[in-house]
């Protein structure tokens, strides 16, 4: 199972492009990579999955470069709303959670 | 759409005991998959199914038993509860064969202490 690195927590404001990286080095030819968003007390939440270039949908932008050990989130005007743990994850079915990325947006 | 849900919510037992925690889903997908959820931490995955009667390990096994014969229902068994398996269970289903995607939905958790 692919293990993934991302930063620990960060800071934003309310209208702020965030973007968030993550590194795989290991990760395998079927692997897809797949950010989720969690709330305290709730369980967590798909966001975008993609398995190369670049993948947008109404909430977020996921980009992989061409070598794919690397990915990065990328959400739009963040709001205050948007403050949760994002987890970066890289697997088929069997999916590893880091230790996530603890976002922070203050107004 | 009752979608994916767990019972109980709050579980309090003591050590030694066998807990069982349920998990029920109406999409009749045929992934699910038990996390748990130590405080302060990302989620650890336990067991999960491809579909009935089909289960497989995950990273964190050990102490823990599940069947599988309905689709819909997964249930987790702790045979014999310890203090370090109190955490917060999160059970999730998905259904690639149904999407595009391997989208797993969460359910709401169940918060289990160990006395």
């Known amino acids: 199972l692919a293990k993934t690195t991302q930063p620990i927590s960060m800071d934003s404001y309310e209208g702020q492009e965030v973007n968030i990286t993550c590194s795989h080095n290991?990760?395998?030819?079927?692997?897809?990579i797949t950010w989720y968003q969690q709330f305290p007390s709730q369980g967590p939440r798909f966001i975008i999955q993609?398995?190369?270039t670049k993948v947008t949908n109404e909430v977020a932008s996921l980009f992989i470069p061409a070598d794919r050990k690397s990915s990065t989130l990328s959400l739009p005007r963040v709001s205050l709303s948007d403050t949760a743990v994002y987890y970066c994850?890289?697997?088929?079915?069997?999916?590893?959670f880091g230790t996530g990325t603890r976002l922070l947006v203050s107004p | 759409d009752a979608g994916i849900t767990q019972s109980p919510r709050y579980k309090i037992t003591e050590t030694g005991r066998q807990v069982t925690l349920m998990c029920h889903q109406t999409?009749?997908?045929?992934?699910m998959f038990w996390y748990r959820q130590d405080l302060g931490h990302g989620l650890r995955l336990i067991y999960y199914?491809?579909?009935?009667?089909?289960?497989d390990k995950g990273e964190v096994p050990d102490g823990y038993v599940v069947s599988r014969s309905k689709t819909e229902n997964f249930p987790l068994t702790l045979e014999s509860a310890t203090r370090s398996q109190t955490s917060v269970y999160f059970c999730?289903?998905?259904?690639?064969?149904?999407?595009?995607?391997?989208?797993?939905?969460f359910g709401p958790g169940t918060r289990l202490t160990v006395t």
């Open positions: 290991n990760i395998a030819t079927n692997d897809y």
């Open positions: 999730a289903s998905s259904d690639p064969g149904k999407s595009t995607s391997y989208e797993q939905y």
């Open positions: 993609g398995y190369k």
């Open positions: 999409w009749s997908h045929s992934y």
């Open positions: 994850l890289v697997g088929f079915q069997k999916l590893v």
């Open positions: 199914s491809a579909a009935a009667d089909i289960t």
